[in-house]
């Protein structure tokens, strides 16, 4: 079995891990310690090579960046634009370095005249279902009745039935 390069090894969230360990309890944002010796120490570790003070800033400005895409997207519900798509199929590699996936989904087409009639499909279809179901309920509310009926004024002995009395 051929071994997955490095490359195509994706770590971009146990990079996020050792950058907020490294922030949050290594750093702890207290004077005389620097972040970037905590980083260049963690990712070093992780990554098996020597960080200089470029890969630092690359990588934090990536995962910064993507989690602002992030908060866009899922917290605030808005569409991405072209480039922010585009950023979504970065990732950190195995050895340190941001690699992109080559397939860049397009953006949605929007359609008025489409979506208007669309619309209009749903709305008849949930009218539809609406009368569905009422008709639905009127069979069982009958269904019931008549239960009630043979059960007041009819009974069961044995295999024969016999009307009350």
Not at 46 to 68: A, E, G, I, S, T
């Amino acid at each position: 079995m051929n071994k997955i390069p490095d490359y195509k090894v994706d770590y971009t969230n146990v990079a996020r891990e050792v950058y907020d360990i490294a922030k949050y309890k290594g750093y702890k944002f207290l004077k005389g310690r620097t972040l970037d010796a905590w980083l260049q120490y963690g990712w070093s570790i992780l990554f098996q090579r020597k960080m200089n003070d470029h890969d630092l800033r690359v990588l934090q400005h990536f995962l910064k960046k993507r989690d602002n895409i992030i908060f866009k997207r899922e917290k605030l519900n808005l569409k991405l634009n072209y480039e922010e798509r585009e950023f979504q199929n970065r990732y950190i590699g195995k050895d340190g370095y941001i690699y992109m996936n080559k397939m860049i989904y397009p953006l949605e087409r929007v359609n008025p005249k489409e979506t208007a009639r669309l619309k209009g499909l749903l709305e008849k279809a949930k009218e539809e279902r609406l009368a569905r179901y009422e008709e639905y309920e009127m069979r069982c509310l009958h269904e019931m009745s008549r239960k009630a009926y043979i059960n007041n004024h009819y009974e069961v002995r044995g295999t024969k039935i016999y009307r009350k009395k």
